[in-house]
């Protein structure tokens, strides 16, 4: 059995938490999983006080960059040899887990649950975005990347290492980009997502415009000037 930790950074997700994690625990036993209270103003950290979850609760708000990286923190210290992201809003389904860990057993570095893999991508105005950052992805990498805004993703203990040491490293699609260019090797997978049924989501309209062209210009121009520290070791240790 592979080691794999789940990683469920939650912010402001009372409505949905306790429903996400009672089903991993019910009917996904076999993983680890661990929650990233990223200074929820609601009552998710205490629901999960209340229900003994595996919990991690930072006192300020630190976006889902400094909430997953804090994860991988903990899967590097607690020696997991793959991990996976799954949102607290209950849109990533675990059964999908196992057939995205067959994939990186393979050898990929990352695999990526994929919504538009085998289905076609709606030509909507809310896809415009994902089209123009899998265009600027291929153009920059030479690599496909079908759903590049998916935040359903498996790393291998390689990846884990390198976001979990890497400052400027944050679950978004430039930073895939990044990987791709020096190496990583990345694979899709098709899923089924569900729609968030509780909760409100952080992109607004004018967000995901904001979004789509911060994401574009990072990875045409910024991500050519990025740094990566691959020659410090990252310090293991227990929490």
Known sequence: MANLLIVIPAYN???SIQRVVDDLIQNYPQYDYVIIN???RDKTASICRQRGYHLIDLPVNLGLAGAFQTG?????EKGYDYAIQLDADGQHLPQ?????????QQGYDIVIGSRFLTVKKPK???MLGSYIISWAIRLTTG???CDPTSGMRLLNRNMILEFAQNLNYDPEPDTISYLIKNGAKVKEYQVTMKE???????????????YMARMGISILLIQWFRKRDRSTPYPERSL
């Open 13 to 15: 997700e009372e409505e």
């Open 38 to 40: 990223d200074g929820s």
């Open 72 to 76: 991988l923190r903990y899967a590097a």
């Open 96 to 104: 999908y887990i196992a057939p995205m860990l067959e994939q990186a």
């Open 124 to 126: 909507t105005l809310r």
């Open 143 to 145: 690599r496909a990347i």
């Open 196 to 210: 968030r049924e509780a909760g409100q989501s952080y992109l607004t309209f004018m967000r995901s415009v904001e």
